[in-house]
């Protein structure tokens, strides 16, 4: 088994897409970006333009993503970086040839 508790002290707060590393101000208007998502998620359901099987299960679902996306938890993927390097650009760089 390959132990990887030396990697606990590398700093992992960079982030970088297209080369271009991604600021902090950006981080934080990305993670607002998708918070606001989620919480639009929740909004469309309340006001019955979207129905769900169970609004409790999506509801706590949507919080915790929302939740996560706030906290900056959802940094992850490579849909979070393209938004945050449009965000931080203007330009938006196909994932897919």
Request: proline share 1%; glycine share 6%; charged share 35%.
């Amino acid at each position: 088994m390959v132990e990887f508790d030396h990697l606990k002290q590398i700093e992992m707060s960079k982030y970088f897409f297209n080369g271009e590393e991604l600021t902090e101000s950006t981080l934080k208007k990305t993670d607002k970006h998708f918070a606001d998502i989620h919480q639009g998620c929740i909004d469309e359901v309340l006001s019955g333009k979207v129905e769900v099987n169970d609004k409790e299960k999506y509801f706590k679902s949507c919080k915790e993503r929302k939740e996560k996306s706030i906290k900056g938890l959802s940094r992850d993927n490579l849909t979070y970086l393209q938004r945050a390097y449009w965000i931080q650009t203007g330009d938006c760089i196909a994932l897919l040839p």
